[in-house]
Nanobody, 118 residues
């Protein structure tokens, strides 16, 4: 599976962005897809995941929504009410196990930068 994340950019606090993760491969629908983010000097952290169910990290609950369109081989991350603390490189990843742990994901996209100004 090859993944490509895009849709990042510069936005003011309170604004919104929608990230997309486009995947190749006919078995995409069978994978769990997660979004992670990494800010400078910090560990890569879990944001959200979608498989049969969806799950969001506490830090983004009520603001971010993950969804997928298997017909388009694409997973989305709708990010609303963005805060400066959301500034990071966002990565999408695919695995076979529903997990919040980055080591459980085997395939990674290249990342897309999200910058939120105050």
């Amino acid at each position: 599976v090859q993944l490509q994340a895009y849709g990042g950019g510069l936005v003011q606090a309170g604004g919104f962005l929608r990230l997309s993760c486009a995947a190749s491969g006919r078995t995409f629908s069978s994978y769990v897809v997660g979004w992670f983010r990494q800010a400078p000097g910090k560990e890569r952290e879990f944001v959200a995941a979608t498989g049969i169910n969806t799950y969001n990290a506490d830090s983004v609950k009520g603001r971010f929504t993950i969804s997928r369109d298997n017909a388009k081989n694409t997973v989305y991350l709708q990010m609303n009410s963005l805060e400066p603390e959301d500034t990071a490189v966002y990565y999408c990843a695919a695995g076979v196990r529903f997990s919040t742990t980055k080591d459980d994901y085997y395939y990674w996209g290249q990342g897309t930068q999200v910058t939120v100004s105050s």
